[in-house]
C-alpha cells in the first residue's frame, strides 16, 4: 500500500514550497486549503466548469483534475501571482470596464484561459475567443462582454507593437 | 473598440449638476474580484472551525428504519455524527405555506430528515469533522437500514386516487390550485375564426451558480450570538428564520453576506441542509462549514419550471385575439420550500399569461402537485418564462393559422402606449408599458423586412432559419404584495443609512445586497448623485444584519428601484443636513446653497463656498465654534416601498434570429435581441448586461439545460458532464436596446430589468425554431428543451 502522505516541493507564484501533503488531495484544494490562494475556485471538481483554472509550467490546466503530489517540481502560478506580477493588468482592466463579471467567481479562470489565448500575439476572432472560452463556464454574464475585453485587449495589444 | 466609454453628462433627467444617473459607471468591487481577492464563503476559514458533510437518501421516497454509524463514530477526524431526530432537538422543522396563496398545503420539513426520506438527495445523517474529506469518508462508514416506498414522480398522475399520498395527513397530494376566468371566454372561443390549442411542456433545469451554496455557521456561548456568513440574497430573512427555528432572538443572529459566487433566486431560500449547518454550531458550540459539492447542488439546489401547460387561443381573420386559456401541472418536490412556497411560479403563470394583450377573455386553472423529487421553487424570472413561451406561443400558432406576419399580429392586439393605466385579463395592474415603442424598435434594430427577405431566399439553397418574437411583461418593485401579504417575515420596504465622515467621505449602509447585479454600483451613483459628491468617496456597505437597515435584499428586481430609491431619498437628506451645517457656519440662508463636487457652493451660481470635508472637520471636531442650539446630525436614514402599485410591470419585447441543421437537428443561434423598458436606466451597461445575462440563462432552458429523472425518482444527470449548460461557443451576440418610461411610484423612476432576458428568450427561441421548420411541414415543437432529438423527431428524421 502506497503511502497516504508525500513531501512535495513546487513553485507556486515564484515562491518555493516544500511540504508534505496527502496523496490524495487536489491540486486546487491544495492551493485553497494548504495555501490559503483561495483565488482559485472550485466550480464542478470534474474539470468541466474551468473556474479552478491555473497555470501549470506555462499551460493553462484544470486543478481540479490534477493530485496535487502530481505536481511535485511544477511552477505553478495562480491568479494572486498574474495579477502580482502585472502580466494581465491590461486584461482584469477591461473586465472591471466593459462589466465583464458579475459575480466574479468564474473570474479568475477566465482570465487565465484569455491570457493564454493572446500568449501568441496575434488578434483572435470574435468566434475564434469563444471557442477558446468555451471550457469556462459563466451563468451571469452571458459571454459577451467577455469576448468583448477580451477582443479589446487583443487589438490593444496589437497596436502597441 | 467594442468597450463604450462611460460619457459624463451634465444635468441628468434627475436634475442634478455631475449626475451619474445614466452613466455607465465601473462598479466599485471589481478590481477585488479580477485580482482573486473576493471573500466568498466558500473562501472562510475560522478557529476551531469544523466541517460537515451529509449522508445523503439514495431512494427517492423510503422509510429510514435504522442508522448504525459506531464506525463513522470512531474514523479519522470525525468530531459528531448527528441523526435527523438528534438535530430536531435544537432546531425545530418548518412549513412552507403563505395566507394569500389560499388553500396551499404543505408538510413539516426537517433539518436532517426525521423516520422518511421523501427525494433521492435528502440528507439523513451528518457527520462533521476537521476535514471535509474526513467527513465524507465516515459517511461511507454509515449503514442505513431503508424501506423503500412508492416514488410519486409524474406529475400527471399524482392526483390520481390510485396514486398513494406522500403525506397522508394531507388528505392528497395536492399543494395547491388556483382557478380563474376573466371576461367571457366561451363566448370568444365561439366567436372565432380559429381556435389552436396545443401542450408547451417546461423541463426541469436548475441555477447551477458557479459557486455552490455555502454557508459558515458560529455559535458562540460566550455571547449567546450566532453568526452566520452565508452566500444568500436575503440576509434579513434568514436571520429571521434561523432565530426562529433555534429558538432565538433575531438578535443573537447576525448574518453577514460578503462576496457570492452566483445566486438567481438559488440563494433565497430555506435549505435543509444549511439549517442543520446552523443547528450543529449551536449543537457543538464551534464553527461549522458546509458547501454543497456539485452532484449536491443539483440534487439540492431547488429545481425550477417543470411545467405542462394546455393552452388555447382564439383569433378572427383579422387577427383580433379573442381569448386565451390555459391548464397549467407543475410538480414541486415532496414540500412547498419555506418561506416563499412553490406554489408563487404556478400563480405568477396565471397573471401573466396574455398580460401584453388586450383580449379580456381568459380562463386559467394552475394545480401544483408533491412529488418524490427534488424541491421546486422560485428561480429567476418567476413564472415568467412559462407565461411568455405559451402566450408567444399560442400567438404565432394564431398567425400561423390565419396567414399572418407575426410582427403584425402582435402589433394588433398590444396594449396600446396611449392605454395605461390598464388592467391585464387577470386584474393585473399596469401604470404604463411601452410594447409597441419597443416592438417598432426591435423591428428596426433587426432590420425585419431584410432579414425576412433573406430568411426566404435561403430556403431554396436548403437553408433553413426563423425569426421568432416574444413580447412580455416582467414583474419587478414588488411591494408587500408579494410575500408580507401572506405572512412571511420577508421586508418589503429598504432602507439606507448614510454617514458623513470626518474627511468629507460617505458611508452608505444599505438593506439590499450584492451578487454580481451591480446593486453596490447603483447605490454609490444614486448618493453620489443626490447628495453631490464623487462617486469615489462613497463607501458601501452591505450584507449583515448588524450594520444594515433592516431590508429584503436583492431578488425579483427589487434592488435598484427601491434600495436605490431609499439611498436617493437619504442622499437628498444627507444633503439637507449638511447644508444647515455649512449655513450655521457660513452664516448663509441653507436653501441658496448646494453640493456639487463635494464643495459647498451658492445655488443659484456655482460659487465655491467651502469644501464638504471643511464642514465635517468642524462639526466632529470643533463642534465648539458652532452657534449655540445648533447640533449637526451627518447621520440619516431614509426607507422605500412602492406604495402605489403592488408591482412595477415592465415590459419588452425579444427576437431570435436562428437556424437549424435539418440533418442533425442542431440549432445554431444567429442573433439575438432584446428590447425592454426598465423605467430610469441608472447604469446603461449594468442594465444591458442584467439582459444578456438573462437571456443566456433562458436560451439554457430553451436548448439545453435539463435535470432528467427516471421513473424511480432517480436524478440521471446530476453532474456538468450530462447537464448542458450554455458555454461562449454557443451563444450569439445579443443586441439590447431601451425604451424609458418611468414609473412615477418613486423620484428616481427606476423599475427593475433582472428577470426580462430569462423571461423572453425561451419563448423567442422557439417560435423561432418552429418558424424555421413550418415550410417542412414539421411536427411543432413545444417541449423544452429542444435537443437535437426533439427536433430530429418534429422532422419526422428519426
Redesign the interface.
Given at each position: 500500500m502506497s503511502a497516504r502522505h508525500l513531501d512535495i516541493n513546487m513553485r507556486v507564484n515564484g515562491e518555493a514550497v516544500s511540504t508534505r501533503v496527502?496523496a490524495?488531495?487536489t491540486l486546487v484544494d491544495f492551493l485553497?486549503e494548504d495555501l490559503?490562494?483561495?483565488?482559485?475556485?472550485?466550480?464542478?471538481?470534474?474539470g468541466?466548469?474551468g473556474?479552478c483554472t491555473v497555470r501549470l509550467g506555462g499551460e493553462a490546466v484544470r486543478s481540479c483534475l490534477l493530485l496535487a503530489v502530481q505536481c511535485d517540481g511544477a511552477e505553478i502560478e495562480?491568479?494572486?501571482g498574474l495579477?502580482d506580477s502585472g502580466a494581465i493588468t491590461d486584461l482584469?482592466s477591461?473586465?472591471?470596464?466593459?462589466?465583464a463579471?458579475?459575480?466574479?467567481?468564474?473570474?479568475?479562470g477566465m482570465?487565465i484561459s484569455a491570457h493564454e489565448l493572446l500568449a501568441n500575439g496575434t488578434v483572435p476572432s470574435?468566434?475564434q475567443?469563444?471557442?477558446h472560452?468555451?471550457?469556462?463556464?459563466?451563468?451571469?454574464?452571458?459571454?459577451?462582454?467577455?469576448?468583448?475585453?477580451i477582443?479589446?485587449v487583443a487589438?490593444t495589444r496589437a497596436t502597441a507593437k | 473598440?467594442?468597450?463604450a466609454?462611460d460619457v459624463v453628462s451634465g444635468l441628468s433627467a434627475l436634475d442634478r449638476p455631475n449626475s451619474y444617473i445614466g452613466r455607465?459607471v465601473?462598479?466599485p468591487n471589481?478590481?477585488?474580484?479580477?485580482?482573486?481577492?473576493?471573500q466568498?464563503v466558500?473562501?472562510l476559514?475560522l478557529p476551531r472551525m469544523v466541517h460537515v458533510a451529509f449522508l445523503r437518501s439514495p431512494h427517492a421516497h423510503a422509510r429510514i428504519k435504522t442508522i448504525e454509524a459506531g464506525q463513522a463514530k470512531s474514523a479519522p477526524g470525525v468530531v459528531a455524527v448527528v441523526t435527523g431526530p438528534e438535530l430536531a432537538k435544537v432546531i425545530t422543522p418548518w412549513v412552507g405555506v403563505l395566507t394569500h396563496l389560499k388553500g396551499i398545503k404543505s408538510a413539516p420539513q426537517h433539518a436532517i430528515a426525521v423516520d422518511r426520506a421523501c427525494w433521492q438527495g435528502e440528507a439523513v445523517c451528518a457527520v462533521v469533522a476537521k476535514s471535509r474529506?474526513e467527513a465524507e469518508d465516515a459517511c461511507a462508514l454509515i449503514d442505513v437500514d431503508y424501506e423503500p416506498l412508492f416514488a410519486v414522480t409524474d406529475a400527471e398522475t399524482a392526483l390520481d386516487r390510485a396514486t398513494p399520498v406522500i403525506h397522508p395527513e394531507l388528505g392528497d397530494n395536492l399543494t395547491f390550485e388556483r382557478a380563474l376566468v376573466a371576461g367571457d371566454p366561451d363566448k370568444a372561443f365561439a366567436e372565432s375564426d380559429a381556435v389552436v390549442e396545443t401542450t408547451f411542456v417546461f423541463g426541469r433545469h436548475t441555477?447551477?451558480?458557479?459557486?455552490?451554496r455555502a454557508i459558515v455557521a458560529d455559535w458562540n456561548p460566550g455571547e449567546q450570538r450566532l453568526t452566520v456568513y452565508q452566500g444568500t440574497q436575503a440576509p434579513h430573512m434568514t436571520q429571521d428564520i434561523f432565530a426562529k427555528h433555534l429558538n432565538l432572538g433575531s438578535h443573537q443572529v447576525r448574518v453577514i453576506t460578503k462576496?457570492?459566487?452566483?445566486?438567481?433566486g438559488i440563494k433565497v431560500h430555506i435549505y435543509a441542509d444549511e439549517m442543520a449547518t446552523v443547528a450543529l454550531s449551536k449543537l457543538l458550540k464551534r464553527p461549522v462549514k458546509f458547501?454543497a459539492?456539485?452532484f449536491e447542488s443539483f440534487t439540492t439546489d431547488i429545481h425550477a419550471r417543470d411545467h405542462r401547460v394546455r393552452a388555447k387561443i382564439g383569433v378572427k381573420k383579422d387577427g383580433t385575439i379573442t381569448a386565451f386559456e390555459i391548464d397549467d401541472l407543475t410538480g414541486i418536490g415532496p414540500y412547498s420550500v419555506y418561506p416563499r412556497t412553490s406554489g408563487i411560479e404556478a400563480n405568477q403563470v396565471v397573471n401573466l399569461v396574455g398580460g401584453p394583450y388586450t383580449s379580456p377573455n381568459y380562463r386559467a386553472r394552475a394545480r401544483v402537485v408533491f412529488q418524490n423529487k427534488n424541491v421546486m421553487c422560485q428561480y429567476r424570472a418567476v413564472g415568467h418564462p412559462i407565461a411568455t413561451a405559451v402566450t408567444e406561443g399560442l400567438v404565432d400558432l394564431a398567425a400561423a393559422k390565419i396567414g399572418m406576419d407575426t410582427a403584425e399580429i402582435r402589433r394588433r392586439n398590444l396594449i396600446a402606449d396611449d392605454a395605461y393605466p390598464a388592467v391585464g385579463a387577470s386584474g393585473i395592474k399596469f401604470e404604463k408599458l411601452s410594447h409597441h415603442a419597443c416592438l417598432d424598435k426591435i423591428l428596426a434594430m433587426m432590420d425585419y423586412p431584410k432579414l425576412r427577405a433573406e430568411q426566404v431566399g435561403l430556403r431554396g439553397r436548403g437553408i433553413y432559419r426563423g425569426i421568432g418574437f416574444a413580447s412580455f411583461i416582467e414583474v419587478t418593485n414588488p411591494s408587500a404584495a408579494f410575500y408580507g401579504v401572506g405572512g412571511a417575515r420577508i421586508s418589503a420596504q429598504d432602507g439606507a443609512t448614510l454617514r458623513l465622515d470626518a474627511t468629507g467621505a460617505v458611508f452608505v449602509h444599505s438593506g439590499i445586497t450584492e451578487?454580481?447585479?451591480?446593486a453596490e454600483s447603483i447605490l454609490a451613483q444614486c448618493v453620489a448623485t443626490s447628495f453631490g459628491v464623487p462617486i469615489e468617496r462613497i463607501r458601501i456597505v452591505t450584507g449583515d444584519t448588524d450594520n444594515t437597515p433592516y431590508g429584503g435584499g436583492t431578488w425579483a428586481s427589487r434592488a435598484a428601484g427601491i434600495g436605490g430609491e431609499a439611498a436617493w431619498q437619504a442622499g437628498k437628506a444627507l444633503r439637507a443636513n449638511v447644508l444647515a451645517a455649512a449655513a450655521s457656519i457660513l452664516q448663509a440662508d441653507p436653501k441658496a446653497l448646494d453640493i456639487r463636487a463635494g464643495i459647498i457652493v451658492d445655488s443659484d451660481n456655482g460659487r465655491e463656498r467651502m469644501p464638504l470635508e471643511e464642514v465635517a472637520r468642524i462639526v466632529y471636531f470643533r463642534p465648539d465654534t458652532l452657534p449655540p442650539g445648533f447640533q449637526a446630525e451627518l447621520v440619516v436614514t431614509r426607507h422605500y416601498v412602492p406604495r402605489a402599485w403592488p408591482f412595477a410591470f415592465t415590459n419588452g419585447v425579444q427576437a431570435s434570429y436562428l437556424e437549424v441543421d435539418t440533418r442533425t437537428g442542431m440549432v445554431k443561434l444567429l442573433k439575438h435581441w432584446c428590447v425592454e423598458d426598465c423605467g430610469t436606466v441608472i447604469n446603461p451597461?449594468?442594465v444591458d448586461?442584467q439582459v444578456?445575462?438573462?437571456?443566456?440563462?433562458g436560451i439554457g432552458a430553451a436548448l439545453y439545460e435539463h435535470c432528467l429523472y427516471d421513473e424511480t425518482g432517480q436524478l440521471l444527470n446530476g453532474?456538468?458532464?450530462d447537464y448542458l449548460?450554455?458555454?461562449?461557443?454557443?451563444?450569439p451576440?445579443?443586441e439590447v436596446g431601451h425604451v424609458v418610461t418611468p414609473t412615477a411610484d418613486s423620484e428616481l423612476g427606476a423599475k427593475g430589468a433582472g428577470e426580462a432576458?430569462t423571461a423572453g428568450a425561451p419563448g423567442s427561441v422557439m417560435n423561432a425554431l418552429n418558424d424555421a421548420l413550418r415550410p417542412l411541414n414539421a411536427a411543432l415543437l413545444v417541449e423544452m428543451p429542444f435537443t437535437p432529438e426533439r427536433v430530429l423527431r418534429a422532422l419526422g428524421r428519426v
Open positions: 496527502e490524495r488531495k485553497r490559503s490562494l483561495t483565488g482559485t475556485h472550485v466550480g464542478c471538481e470534474h468541466v466548469c473556474a495562480t491568479i494572486e495579477s482584469q477591461a473586465f472591471a470596464r466593459r462589466n463579471l458579475q459575480c466574479g467567481y468564474c473570474t479568475p482570465l470574435r468566434s475567443i469563444r471557442e472560452i468555451s471550457g469556462n463556464y459563466c451563468r451571469c454574464t452571458g459571454y459577451q462582454a467577455i469576448v468583448d475585453a477582443e479589446q487589438q | 473598440m467594442k468597450i466609454e455607465s465601473p462598479r471589481l478590481d477585488r474580484l479580477t485580482q482573486g481577492r473576493g466568498y466558500s473562501d476559514v474529506a441555477g447551477v451558480t458557479n459557486e455552490p462576496d457570492v459566487g452566483g445566486s438567481f458547501v459539492d456539485r451578487q454580481g447585479q451591480g451597461q449594468l448586461e444578456r445575462g438573462g437571456v443566456v440563462q453532474n456538468l458532464m449548460l450554455p458555454m461562449a461557443n454557443e451563444m451576440d445579443i432576458g
